[in-house]
């Protein structure tokens, strides 16, 4: 959650969809994005000549780390917390001349790495059910004026669909087009007013590019390469395949979908792992003092732990594969599952840390939304300059953030296949057994979340499907250039 001090303004923290691999249409991105920034500029300037910004604190708490580890991008190698320090950042470059200064606070221990720039918690987590109902509370009542995070942290069940996009759905730029000139932050801002009594604003502050798709230990089947197996039979063979990976829950419906198809049905641990202690080396020859509970008979989802890395987890064989997010992050996490986060990337070895197969095609996570929530009624109060200034800083930001990530992450990729990282596409055959189970897969979906009471997942999805329905055509139209740097879908035959 998050707090502001002298202004009664405070944040707090958010989450990290896949973007085409085509120099051209990148550039083009960059154009708009430009084109974009100048015009959150001129918002701002005009913003600025209704009169003088008075001097105001905003203190911004968040419940997730930003780990600022040497090499990290901008604002921290966390995919939430960094970028909360990384909007707190471009808020004070923009606004601390007018008036307006930003201090970040963090719940919980603080990394070594982030004590000179974040401060201790202003409010407890655990006093609240959601960021979202502290906000919608209002400082005055002991909650929070302020507050940014993900579409998640409200509790609600369109919320991971929304955090993470939904698999096979909008990708970030068609995502802030939904957002922005599409109707979703109306949408979103129905959920909040229905779900916290009106007492909630929100306003978009970060939207993240592609992740990748996964980290496997062994190369998945692929009938493209193949001539033994068809998209079926390549499906069922990694449905048999024994190993525990680590998902998101929707994703995971519709992985648990297409393997139902094939005549094999999922499993899952829930949070749990392959021993007892998912910290702790699972080896029961080497380490027999962290025994193993779950032994996985084919493909199994769990290993959702919290405060465990699944990059340790996957180091001392508690999982055997997962996502998390992009190429960037991917490298400071696994130097932090080594005790190497003080190192420059350039000085470390991760060969042999990492599974061996880094999977792209983000499809089951194509964009990241974060969010900035005010109370709705100190909202209200405030005068229609600093209203402006603060939306038109937060725009600005999203795009500039995004720019300056996305610009960073073909260096990434360079950088894990230095450490022996060999980066591939899901093969086009299990892709299209995904995106045929898909629909299904969220219809059931929506249907078990509405029986609870919550319709939003169901509406969201119904949203953005109709949406991304209507953008067919013309994402078709400009795809000449997907695929030009030819990553293949299996490693080269030895």
Not at 268 to 289: E, H, V, W
């Amino acid at each position: 959650m998050t707090r502001i001090a002298g202004a009664g303004l405070s944040i707090a923290a958010l989450q990290g969809s896949r973007i085409r691999q085509s120099g051209q249409k990148i550039n083009g991105r960059i154009h708009v994005l430009n084109a974009f920034r100048w015009a959150s500029a001129a918002a701002l300037l005009a913003a600025t000549t209704l009169g003088r910004v008075d001097a105001a604190e905003i203190a911004i708490q968040t419940n997730q780390p930003v780990l600022q580890f040497r090499d990290a991008a901008p604002g921290g190698a966390h995919p939430l917390g960094g970028q909360v320090k990384a909007f707190v950042d471009h808020a004070n470059a923009v606004l601390g001349p007018l008036g307006f200064s930003f201090t970040l606070h963090a719940s919980g221990n603080i990394n070594p790495a982030d004590r000179a720039t974040v401060k201790p918690a202003l409010v407890a987590i655990k006093d609240f059910s959601a960021i979202h109902a502290a906000v919608a509370r209002g400082a005055a009542a002991g909650g929070l004026n302020a507050a940014a995070g993900i579409p998640a942290d409200s509790n609600m069940t369109f919320g991971e669909l929304m955090s993470g996009g939904a698999p096979f759905g909008l990708e970030a730029d068609e995502l802030m087009s939904f957002v922005y000139a599409g109707g979703g932050l109306e949408l979103l801002q129905s959920f909040y007013d229905k779900k916290f009594d009106n007492g909630v604003k929100v306003i978009p502050i970060g939207i993240t590019g592609a992740p990748g798709a996964g980290f496997f230990k062994e190369p998945l089947p692929d009938p493209d390469t193949d001539p033994s197996l068809t998209p079926e039979t390549a499906m069922a063979a990694l449905c048999r395949r024994p190993m525990i990976v680590r998902w998101s829950d929707t994703a995971s419906a519709v992985w648990a979908e297409a393997c139902k198809r094939v005549g094999v049905e999922a499993a899952s641990f829930g949070a749990a792992t392959r021993c007892k202690d998912s910290t702790k080396l699972c080896d029961p020859a080497r380490n027999p003092d962290n025994p193993v509970v779950n032994t996985p008979k084919g493909l199994t989802f769990g290993g959702f732990v919290p405060g465990v890395i699944p990059q340790t987890m996957a180091a001392n064989g508690n999982i055997d594969a997962y996502e998390l997010n992009l190429p960037t992050e991917d490298i400071q996490f696994l130097k932090l599952s080594q005790g190497l986060q003080n190192k420059s990337d350039a000085e470390v070895d991760l060969k042999g840390v990492a599974p061996p197969y880094s999977y792209g095609g983000a499809w089951h996570q194509p964009a990241v939304f974060v969010e900035l929530l005010i109370n709705k009624a100190y909202w209200n109060a405030l005068p229609e300059r600093d209203r402006r200034l603060i939306e038109a800083t937060a725009r600005s930001s999203l795009l500039s953030n995004f720019a300056i990530r996305n610009n960073l992450q073909a260096a990434a990729m360079k950088e894990l296949a230095r450490h022996g990282v060999v980066q591939l596409r899901w093969p086009r055959g299990l892709i299209d057994q995904l995106r045929a189970a898909m629909p299904a897969a969220m219809a059931q979906e929506a249907a078990r979340y509405a029986a609870t009471g919550d319709d939003s997942f169901g509406r969201l999805y119904k949203a953005v499907s109709e949406y991304q329905a209507g953008l067919a055509v013309y994402a078709d139209f400009g795809d000449i250039n997907q695929g030009a740097a030819n990553i293949p879908t299996s490693p080269p035959k030895r």
